[in-house]
C-alpha cells in the first residue's frame, strides 16, 4: 500500500510548506521509516505500554494518528477488554488512507478492539473521559502557543492512572548539542537513502511548519498542564518519547 519517497527527489524552484496532503500519505510509511530514528521501537513499545496502562472499558485516543500506526501497534497488544480507540487526524488523505489501514488490519486479526478513525482538528475536539492518549510526533506540528491548551485539555481527560505518551523531535539549547545531533541526523538519511538535494528540500518545506521543542520545555508544560509526573523512556539522536501521568 505504500511507495518509495521520491516527494524531493528532483529539484524544485520553489518548495511550499510541507502538508499532509495525497501525495505524503502514499509515502507515508517509508518516508518516516527512512526519516526518524528508533520510529519502529518507538511503535512496537506504544502497544506495550497501552498493554501496561490502558484501562479495561475504557477509551484510548490517537490524537494526529497519520496511518495509524501507534492505533495498529495498541490493537495487536490490547486483549478485548472493552477498551476502544479514537484515532484522529485533520488531514483527509491521512485519515481516509488509515482507515484503509485498519480494514486491512481487520483481515489479518482474528479479533482486536474496536478503532473508529475521525478527520478533525484535534485543537477542537471535544475529549471524551480515557486512561490513554497518545501523541505521536504530533505537539510539534501545533502552533507553540496553542500546545499548552491542548495538553490541559488532554490531562483533564485522563482517568486516575492514565497516561499520556508523547514523541517528539527535540531541538537543544546547547548548540554543540544540537548542531552533534542534527548532523548524526542526516548521516541517518543519507544512510536511508535520501540525497543532499532530498534532506536540503525536505528541510525547506517543513521548517516552517514543524517547530521543535527542548525536553526541558516539554517537561514545563507537562507540569504546567497538570501532570504529576513525566519521565522520558526513549530517545535517539534528537527524537524521543516521553511518558506523562495524571
Not at 518545506?205 to 501532570?227: C, K, S, T, W
Amino acid at each position: 500500500m505504500s511507495e518509495v519517497d521520491k516527494l524531493f527527489a528532483s529539484p524544485i524552484s520553489k518548495v511550499d510548506d510541507f502538508r499532509f496532503d495525497d501525495a505524503v500519505a502514499r509515502v507515508f510509511p517509508d518516508m518516516i521509516k527512512r526519516s526518524v530514528p528508533g520510529y519502529p521501537t518507538i511503535i512496537e513499545s506504544i502497544g506495550v505500554i497501552a498493554g501496561q496502562y490502558a484501562q479495561p472499558g475504557t477509551l484510548i485516543y490517537d490524537l494526529g494518528c497519520s496511518l495509524g500506526a501507534a492505533t495498529q501497534s495498541m490493537r495487536r497488544h490490547l486483549p478485548l477488554n472493552g477498551c476502544r480507540i479514537i484515532a484522529v487526524d485533520n488531514a483527509e488523505a491521512m485519515s481516509e488512507r488509515c482507515r484503509e489501514y485498519l480494514s486491512a488490519q481487520d483481515a489479518m486479526l482474528e479479533e482486536a478492539i474496536p478503532a473508529e478513525v475521525i478527520t478533525a482538528d484535534i485543537n477542537a475536539l471535544t475529549l471524551q473521559p480515557c486512561s490513554m492518549v497518545v501523541l505521536n510526533f504530533t505537539l510539534q506540528f501545533i502552533p507553540t502557543h496553542q500546545r499548552l491548551a491542548l495538553l490541559q485539555r488532554i490531562r483533564k481527560a485522563l482517568l486516575p492512572g492514565g497516561v499520556l505518551v508523547l514523541s517528539e523531535k527535540l531541538n537543544f539549547t546547547d548548540s554543540q548539542t544540537q548542531n552533534a545531533l542534527e548532523s548524526l541526523h542526516y548521516a541517518f538519511k543519507r544512510a536511508n537513502g535520501y540525497s543532499e538535494l532530498e534532506i536540503a528540500q525536505k528541510r525547506t518545506a517543513i521548517e516552517n511548519v514543524m517547530r521543535p521543542d527542548p525536553l526541558e520545555v516539554h517537561q514545563q508544560r507537562l507540569r504546567d498542564a497538570g501532570f504529576s509526573h513525566s519521565h522520558l523512556w526513549f530517545q535517539c539522536l534528537n527524537f524521543c518519547s516521553v511518558i506523562a501521568h495524571t
